[in-house]
C-alpha cells in the first residue's frame, strides 16, 4: 500500500480557503483509522472532522488528511 501524506486538519482548512477563494475545486482526502483505505469525499469545498469508510464502514475521526485539487484555469 502506498504512503499517503497526511496534514494537520488546521493546515488543510487554510488552504481550502485560499484555493477556493481563487475559484478552485478540492476534495478532501483521508486515511481509514479501520482498514487503512485511502478514501475521498464526495461533496467538494467542504471539510469534514469524521468520515464513513466505504470500504469497512468504519467512523473516522479526521485530524489529518489532504485534498484533490482540480484547478480553475484562470488567465
Known sequence: M??????????????????TAKGDTLFQKWTCAG????QTMEQPNLVFAHGTCEECGDITEI????YLLIRNLRS
Open 2 to 19: 502506498p504512503d499517503f501524506q497526511d496534514y494537520p486538519i488546521e493546515d488543510i482548512l487554510e488552504a481550502f480557503k485560499e484555493l
Open 63 to 66: 485530524k489529518a488528511c489532504n
Open 35 to 38: 482498514c487503512g483505505s485511502r
